[in-house]
């Protein structure tokens, strides 16, 4: 990177999204002019718009390494989580996107939602991307990039893709989360684990009035974490069991058991994905 573009991008990322910052790096190439700004911009909209959502983060500052893809079909085709001290994220851009279209893909606020949990067992990927891309929505929805429409619309659309997967990918979802690399085998682990979590939600409502599932990650952070072993993976057994302590309520862990062994799709109706809407935005329809 030109020293130029090195420092207009060290000013633009000393930003402070709440409590939580980023340190952003260029790991391939020099950003575009337009893209000094734009990218420490992005990516501290989303942090904030994260933070604002699910809480603080376990660490103060984020690593966030950067790279540009060329003939990308979408503004973010990849990212990842890097787990370390402290965690961080990569993300893979267009080298064409605009601000505005990065604002408005999913991956950053998808890979952000990581880290608010442990390192998961292969075997548990479905609870581990579930609860990100459920989380993903929550942030959007609530950081104004969807509307209330669009997150039925895609919460719908999602489940739809992960019934169909579920017929190509046949088998436990243990077993299918297991090898999901391998098979590719995406759309059935995160999409079953969307399912898992949007139940889980609606059983802790019922238990729990003011309780839910980002509060609980909120808790979670302060009384049981343990940022010792984050290069250990945990299974999502002792992950689920401190939410069921927090709530004082056997939800979690039961559900888990019952959802790591199934080899159908769970059933979850528009009326229930509404439910969950209501119980971010504490409003009765859908406009």
Not at 26 to 39: C, D, I, K, L
Not at 204 to 233: E, F, M, P
Not at 242 to 262: A, C, E, G, Q, W
Request: charged share 20%.
């Amino acid at each position: 990177m030109h020293f130029a573009a090195w420092l207009a991008c060290f000013f633009s990322s000393s930003l402070f999204a709440l409590g939580n910052s980023a340190e952003i790096t260029w790991r391939n190439t020099t950003p575009t002019a337009p893209h000094v700004e734009a990218v420490p911009k992005w990516i501290y909209d989303g942090l904030d718009k994260t933070v604002s959502a699910l809480g603080e983060l376990p660490s103060n500052v984020i690593p966030v390494s950067v790279y540009y893809m060329k003939y990308a079909k979408e503004p973010v085709p990849w990212g990842e989580v890097l787990r370390g001290e402290p965690d961080g994220i990569t993300l893979y851009i267009d080298e064409h996107a605009s601000l505005r279209s990065l604002i408005a893909d999913w991956t950053l606020y998808h890979e952000l939602a990581h880290l608010y949990h442990p390192r998961l067992d292969d075997q548990d990927s479905w609870l581990a991307e579930g609860l990100a891309t459920y989380l993903q929505n929550v942030i959007m929805l609530k950081g104004g990039i969807i509307s209330n429409r669009e997150f039925v619309e895609r919460i719908k659309a999602g489940l739809d893709r992960g019934e169909l997967a579920t017929k190509q990918f046949a088998g436990q979802l243990s077993q299918i989360s297991n090898n999901m690399w391998q098979l590719k085998a995406y759309q059935r682990v995160y999409w079953s684990g969307v399912a898992f979590f949007i139940e889980a939600e609606l059983k802790l409502q019922s238990k729990c009035a003011d309780c839910n599932i980002v509060q609980l990650l909120a808790r979670y952070q302060t009384c049981c974490r343990d940022n010792k072993a984050i290069k250990v993976s945990q299974s999502g057994t002792v992950f689920l069991s401190y939410f069921d302590m927090l709530t004082k309520n056997s939800v979690f862990i039961p559900l888990y058991k019952r959802y790591k062994s199934r080899r159908d799709f769970p059933y979850i109706s528009e009326n229930q994905i509404i439910k969950i809407l209501n119980r971010y935005t504490k409003q009765v329809a859908v406009r």
